[in-house]
């Protein structure tokens, strides 16, 4: 590893710590609560709505990251773009449970439930089990241009759950909250995106991002060690 | 813990303990990788030198 490349990484790394420090102080001190909600368990628990746009601003460029790299790596066949594919889903799925749980764990004082098989609920619990399969796939196969092959295939259509679960909430009946791009009237526990609220989900998207890129980069600097690891034992065999 | 900060206090340990937790399993990988490769290239060595 170039030393030149570690100072950038230790530079996205500060980046990252700072921006996220902004992004919790704004959510959990800064901004107000949100003025429609009436009880003191759902104005407090709304805060959870920055933190849940955060991950899933992770989990939406994790997959499509890979999506990219997937094309790529078909393309040109350069190992580079099969390490970024892997390190983008592991990183998608750690970011995607996080919405799952905040998700979760926001509707019990909204919808006076944990779960419900909502299209929203539904199609984002469909895109984590598919990207948990990604996972198995690679690890069930044993010759690695094969597995970087089908794993490339099998990134480039999974990624069409994404958009998918995105429109989930324009298309289907759902109460969902829509936050970007239009309204839910039928949603319950939304709220009026005021400039206070918007600032802070927006420094909550972009520190996300950040944290994104700066764990892309020690993930694939992993992926390029064990491989490193596997030239020195062809050399010694 | 008072009940309006418990959903949002549980909210933010699980998300936080989950990166935490991939940051920290990732550290220790690369570290467990590392230490193969300053093994692998010191056998390496002393096999070209006999």
Partial sequence: MTRERDLWMLGLDIIAAIAMFIALYMALVWVPD??????????????????HMGVNVGAGLGFLVTFIASIAYLLSRRRI?????????ELGVIFA????ATGSIWARPTWNTWWTWDPRLTT????????????????ALEDSAQRARFAAVYGIF?????????????????????????SNPE??????LGPSIRLTMFVS????????????????????????IERLKEQLA | MEESVEYLAGAFAVAWLLVF??????????????????????????????
Avoid: K
């Fill in chain 1, 205 to 228: 998207m972009v520190a996300f991002a950040i944290l994104y890129a700066a764990l892309l980069g020690h993930r694939v600097r992993l992926e390029q060690t064990a491989e490193a």
């Fill in chain 1, 158 to 182: 999974a990624f069409f759950s994404v958009p998918l679960t995105f429109m989930s909430i324009r298309w289907w009946r759902t109460i969902h909250p829509v936050v970007l791009g239009g």
């Fill in chain 1, 187 to 192: 949603a319950q526990g939304g709220f009026a």
């Fill in chain 1, 81 to 89: 773009w099969d390490m970024i594919a892997v390190s983008s889903v």
């Fill in chain 1, 124 to 139: 984002a619990a469909i895109v984590w089990l598919l990207y948990i399969a990604y996972l198995m796939l690679r690890g």
């Fill in chain 1, 34 to 51: 949100a003025a429609n909600l009436t009880t003191p368990v759902e104005r407090a628990a709304q805060h959870i709505f920055y933190l």
């Fill in chain 2, 21 to 50: 937790g991939y940051v920290l399993m990732m550290a220790r990988r690369q570290r467990r990788l590392e230490q193969d490769i300053a093994l692998l290239r010191e056998t390496l060595q002393n096999r070209q030198q006999d």
């Fill in chain 1, 97 to 100: 449970t996080a919405v799952l």
